[in-house]
């Protein structure tokens, strides 16, 4: 298959529209601009809507009212813009619509910095906005993966009827890499439970998240978690590397993935037995895995730009039954695979 060498932020864009995405909605902020400037430029070409909203929580409401209708759109952002649209999100999660919100992320708390981080692994995992609800959250490793799972998130949105996020980091959005696109998809009609107007054939649709009935609200609430238990049976996605003989395990996404496997190589030359899981869904979390993993390893490692976010899901997943380290780096800066190599060896004292 033929590839283009693009940007992560382009491959995004270029990826939702073969999923089928004509509506786009966001407001510029980096390191994810890029999006939003190859959306305008694409759309009009295509009979499809690219507008900039004059805030982050307009563009999250526009989303909410195109997903109500039943078809594909999307909005991105990087870290303090998608904290203002978890409101949005929590009422696309309240009303089941699908949508995909991508969060190239950058570091903070507050404005913070353009870096790259991963520091809004708990903003995404744990559910974006107030009440009990998830996202599904895909995390690429590359720019390939920033298409593949771009395309992906809109199928899985509207499999499961709610939100998906992409969650990358500022260097997957600005680094270049061969891309081989997927297929287009054709656009499709809208669904059953869309507000598209009755023709007096149905009975009305309406896209609400407000039940002022505290039953019928406790109802909905758990007919939802019945879909993410499915969608943890069924969805949860992750790679293992050199994991077949481990004693030990790295566990890592995105960019520090890439370094983490630099350094697996250099331990391994050293005669140090060490492999990786890298979750590619980090809810669901690859539990499984990694509690296999911890009948076998000696300890693990993760390695994340954040001060240890997903070591608590580690923790988690293996019951604490082994060790569970951290290689950290914050405020933008990543991790050269010397650092996690030392690390690495000091697992091994």
């Given amino acids: 298959m033929e590839k283009v060498l693009m940007k992560g932020n382009e491959a995004i864009a270029e990826a939702a529209i073969l999923a089928g995405c004509r509506h786009y909605f966001g407001y510029p902020i980096t390191p994810q601009t890029e999006v939003a400037a190859y959306m305008a430029k694409r759309m009009p070409k295509i009979d499809g809507v690219f507008l900039q909203a004059e805030s982050e929580i307009a563009a999250i409401n526009m989303v909410y009212g195109v997903a109500a209708t039943g078809k594909r759109c999307m909005t991105s952002s990087s870290s303090p813009g998608i904290a203002l649209k978890c409101e949005g999100i929590?009422?696309?999660?309240?009303?089941?619509?699908?949508?995909l919100i991508v969060n190239v992320q950058r570091g903070g708390p507050g404005l913070g910095g353009i870096q790259p981080s991963q520091s809004d692994y708990f903003l995404a995992t744990r559910g974006p906005g107030h009440g009990d609800?998830?996202?599904?959250?895909?995390?690429?490793?590359?720019?390939?993966?920033?298409?593949?799972?771009?395309?992906?998130?809109?199928?899985?949105?509207?499999?499961?009827?709610?939100?998906v996020m992409l969650l990358a980091d500022g260097t997957m959005g600005q680094m270049m890499e061969p891309v081989a696109l997927p297929e287009p998809q054709a656009i499709k009609e809208a669904p059953e439970w869309a507000t598209v107007g009755t023709k007096c054939q149905r009975k009305h649709n309406i896209a609400n998240s407000l039940y002022l009935s505290p039953a019928e609200l406790e109802q909905l609430?758990?007919?939802?978690?019945?879909?993410?238990?499915?969608?943890?049976?069924?969805?949860c996605l992750?790679?293992?590397?050199?994991?077949?003989?481990?004693?030990?395990?790295?566990?890592?996404?995105?960019?520090?993935?890439?370094?983490?496997?630099?350094?697996?190589?250099?331990?391994?030359?050293?005669g140090i037995r060490v492999g990786m899981i890298r979750p590619i869904t980090l809810w669901p979390f690859p539990v499984s895995p990694l509690a296999a993993a911890a009948e076998k390893v000696k300890s693990f490692l993760t390695v994340e730009l954040s001060m240890g976010q997903m070591r608590e899901d580690v923790l988690l997943a293996t019951e604490c039954k082994k060790p569970v380290f951290a290689c950290n780096r914050v405020g933008g800066m990543i991790p050269a695979p010397e650092e996690v190599l030392a690390k690495i060896e000091d697992m091994t004292k």
């Fill in 133 to 163: 609800f998830h996202v599904i959250v895909l995390a690429p490793a590359s720019v390939q993966e920033m298409a593949d799972l771009t395309y992906k998130g809109f199928d899985l949105a509207e499999k499961y009827r709610m939100p």
């Fill in 238 to 270: 992750w790679e293992e590397y050199r994991m077949e003989d481990a004693e030990y395990c790295v566990v890592s996404c995105g960019i520090t993935a890439r370094v983490a496997k630099n350094a697996i190589n250099e331990a391994r030359a050293k």
């Fill in 90 to 99: 929590s009422y696309l999660a309240g009303a089941d619509l699908p949508a």
């Fill in 221 to 235: 609430n758990f007919q939802r978690f019945e879909r993410y238990a499915e969608i943890e049976k069924n969805e």
